[in-house]
T-cell receptor, first 113, second 114 residues
């Protein structure tokens, strides 16, 4: 059973546009929600993360919005650039589980110039 | 300077063979992980070691055996390889400071079983 569901599977955005990726989780005990960025041929790398006691976190052009009651969180990429083209994974962590990352299915983002 | 390194980067082998993937981290972390990424890019944890002790062991066939000779190394040995083992395997590491810490991933090893 997939504990973290991610959508869309793929996303095409024009340069300068806003990219939005959504995730929903089932286990209310999750207490840390990171987003990872993966370029082709590379390993995933942490992009930004949030804890459930905060509704929004912004780092540069990247923002996480978190809705605890709906058990949903999303990544917004403002002023999307071709260099942002990558696969994005949301994840959820239960701190008592040994920091195990439970990943969403991934979103392939393409930003056209 | 490479933080988490894996060897080999590519591994092509026949069904039934035994192979190993090596992982080393120079970040001073005490927790290391193995993840499997399938053809649909889905990432799933396989194992986790903390200070050479196994702490996470997902439902993985016992043909897969991790080995941690020291805190900086976590190797993955796979016996009797099957077609379904073809995937990209990622090693990762993190600190265990009591709070969730960033996991740093290696570049991956693409395993192809023919």
């Amino acid at each position: 059973q997939q504990q973290v569901k991610q959508s869309p599977q793929s996303l095409i955005v024009q340069k300068g546009g806003i990219s939005i990726i959504n995730c929903a989780y089932e286990n209310t005990a999750f207490d840390y929600f990171p987003w990872y960025q993966q370029f082709p041929g590379k390993g995933p790398a942490l992009l930004i993360a949030i804890r459930p006691d905060v509704s929004e976190k912004k780092e540069g052009r990247f923002t996480i919005s978190f809705n605890k009651s709906a058990k949903q969180f999303s990544l917004h990429i403002m002023d999307s650039q071709p260099g942002d083209s990558a696969t994005y994974f949301c994840a959820a962590v239960l701190e008592t589980s040994g920091s195990r990352l439970t990943f969403g299915e991934g979103t392939q983002l393409t930003v056209n110039p | 300077d490479t933080a988490v390194s894996q060897t080999p980067k590519y591994l092509v082998t026949q069904m039934g063979n035994d192979k190993s993937i090596k992982c080393e981290q120079n970040l001073g972390h005490d927790t290391m992980y193995w993840y499997k990424q399938d053809s649909k890019k889905f990432l799933k944890i396989m194992f986790s070691y903390n200070n050479k002790e196994l702490i996470i062991n997902e439902t993985v066939p016992n043909r897969f055996s991790p080995k941690s000779p020291d805190k900086a190394h976590l190797n993955l040995h796979i016996n009797s390889l099957e077609l379904g083992d073809s995937a990209v395997y990622f090693c990762a590491s993190s600190t265990s400071s009591g709070l969730v810490d960033t996991q740093y991933f290696g570049p991956g090893t693409r395993l192809t079983v023919l």
